[in-house]
């Protein structure tokens, strides 16, 4: 039960960023904001740095990926949030849960059920709902949706790996490849964050969002099945539409929170396949 609840309260940090991201980068460029963003989630992190050595080199390797992952997954979601609405954005994201059956069909060959298929063309369809919006962007949500898709594959890695690591190590070295990723991308646009509307989004997501966040799923997939952790991750779309139309003012119109039930619907949906999915991936034998 402390695992589940501990996740809910990531997903509701989570679905908040989009507010403050939002804000932030209309005034601060995107990859210095995230490279300060993976900043300080690593520096948080540092204690664990003795941690490090115990993972190995293929722990290690799971943890580069998934930071790499990481990393250019919320370059694409933050310029595509930077061009649509709070609320747009957070369904778009939540739509990876849709997306981690194909990409394990495509990538483990693992078969893909008529549930999931559904999923997929309802989330669909509400996607092309929310493109014809007043304030929305085609655009901005294939940005985002490009973005779910780094997501499950960050999420499929995770589970495979999360059990059989320690969870301060793994999440640290997450957070160091993904800064280190960033901080160069970040050199031609490099400037220093001034007020608070970036700095609070800093702090907000660096600490709470990423380092804190990351953490307590690696520690919380430890403690939880897949099926519970897909479960409570469908979540985070509801949260971000919350604040946004509660802090970000958003009216999406009937066509356009149609679209978000469509999406919500296509997520409830495939859920299960993507916890089976998740559960098939672990039970497959690591390559020697």
């Known amino acids: 039960m402390r695992a589940l609840l501990a996740l809910v309260a990531v997903t509701a940090v989570w679905g908040v960023t989009f507010v403050q991201v939002k804000d932030a980068v209309g005034i601060y460029p995107i990859l210095p904001f995230l490279a300060v963003r993976f900043g300080i989630a690593s520096a948080v992190l540092a204690p664990a740095a003795p941690r490090v050595r115990g993972l190995g080199r293929r722990g290690a390797a799971g943890a580069a990926l998934a930071g790499a ?18 609320s747009s954005a957070g369904f778009v994201t939540g739509m990876y849960v ?35 919006i007043h304030g929305g962007s085609a655009t901005g949500d ?19 790996y999360a059990p059989r690591y320690d969870p301060f190590a793994f999440t640290l070295v997450e957070m160091l490849v993904a800064f280190t990723g960033l901080a160069l991308a970040a050199i031609p646009t490099a400037a220093v964050p001034r007020g608070w509307t970036v700095w609070g989004a800093l702090v907000v997501t660096g600490v709470f969002a990423s380092a804190l966040g990351f953490l307590v799923q690696t520690w919380a997939q430890q403690r939880t099945s897949a099926t519970r952790t897909a479960l409570v991750f469908t979540l985070e779309p509801v949260w971000a539409a919350l604040f946004g139309y509660t802090l970000a003012g958003d009216r999406l119109g009937v066509l356009g929170w149609g679209g978000c039930a469509v999406i919500m619907a296509g997520i409830v949906l495939a859920e299960p396949a993507a916890a089976a999915t998740l559960v098939r991936l672990v039970r497959r034998p690591s390559p020697a």
């Open 69 to 86: 992952l990481l990393g250019a997954g919320y370059v694409l979601q933050t310029l595509g949030l930077e061009r649509t609405s709070v």
């Open 98 to 132: 849709v997306l981690t059956p194909l990409i394990a069909l495509v990538l483990f060959r693992l078969q893909v059920g008529s549930a999931a298929w559904l999923g997929v063309g309802l989330a669909t369809a509400g996607l092309a709902m929310l493109a014809g």
């Open 142 to 160: 294939l940005l985002v949706l490009a973005a779910a898709a780094v997501y499950s594959l960050q999420i499929v890695l995770m589970e495979r």
